[in-house]
């Protein structure tokens, strides 16, 4: 192969991309694996945390914030998953992290999110594993026995997405953390 190629195109011209699968992998390599750890989003640059010895991953005792792999979009930007654990709001990545200057108050990851379709309470199953773990009582168990999130008490730490037995819940972020 001689210098100067520019194999990026040569991967475009083979027809990678041209493929369901290839454009797939594309979009999952630019869509963040998650939302930024709390106190960190929005207060650091990006290109900082890209360019950093990642303190605040030794520094979460819930072992859930991750680093973007090196061939994905983000790369060496922090994420939290939720597959993992949930945030409590210790604060400890940002006391870990250089250049946070102040941790304000408990802030707002994102809500949770139930896809009805697969959670056992929607679908007549007695459950509330989700429900046991939520410190801020948004999951809330409805007359019929189902879940319902109250938005409004939801801040998104991710708790309950782990004790879900079928993997129903997510965490819809704001748009901050994208």
Known sequence: MSAGVDTSRRFFLRGAVLTREGREEAIR??????????????????????ACDPACVSACEQHIIRIHPSDHHQAGLPWLDFTAGGCTFCADCARACPRVERIVDTPQIGTAQIDTGRCLAWNDVICLSCAGVCRERALRKERSRRVTVDTLSCTGCGQCVSKCP?????????????
Do not use: N
């Not at 869509?31 to 709390?38: D, E, V, Y």
């Not at 079928?166 to 994208?178: H, P």
């Open 166 to 178: 079928v993997m129903a819940l997510t965490i819809t972020w704001k748009t901050g953390s994208e």
């Open 29 to 50: 390599r630019q869509r963040p694996l998650g939302p930024r750890p709390p106190w960190l989003d929005g207060r650091i640059d990006p290109a900082y945390c890209a």
